[in-house]
């Protein structure tokens, strides 16, 4: 199972980017996925969230209006576009896969760190 997020780096506040997690070794077509994001001292949080057929998502308070999440099931590809970034979504973010239910799992990717400053 691997869950490979790329995409983050060094930007500007008021800028966007776009965040990729590819994921193998599970059937990503019946997954949730999720973004998820920890900032230094502070536990982890949920960002935003997709239903494994794309027709439902939900988000965080903090970025509605600025973040969207979409997915690609033909190439398990889940991404996250972030715009009119702040400082304080600076954070590592973490790529989510879950399934309930008989064939139930939660798989995390490594992470990629995301740092908004001028």
């Known amino acids: 199972v691997q869950l490979v997020e790329s995409g983050g780096g060094l930007v500007q506040p008021g800028g966007s980017l776009r965040l990729s997690c590819v994921a193998s070794?599970?059937?990503?077509?019946?997954?949730?996925m999720s973004w998820y994001r920890q900032a230094p001292g502070k536990e982890r949080e949920l960002v935003a969230r997709i239903s494994s057929a794309g027709d439902s998502t939900d988000y965080a308070d903090s970025v509605k209006g600025r973040f969207t999440i979409s997915r690609y099931n033909a190439e398990n590809t889940v991404y996250l576009q972030m715009n009119s970034l702040r400082p304080e979504d600076t954070a590592v973010y973490y790529c989510?896969?879950?399934?309930?239910?008989?064939?139930?799992?939660?798989?995390w990717g490594q992470g990629t760190q995301v740092t908004v400053s001028s």
């Open positions: 989510n896969a879950r399934r309930t239910g008989l064939y139930h799992y939660n798989y």
């Open positions: 070794g599970f059937t990503f077509s019946r997954s949730a």
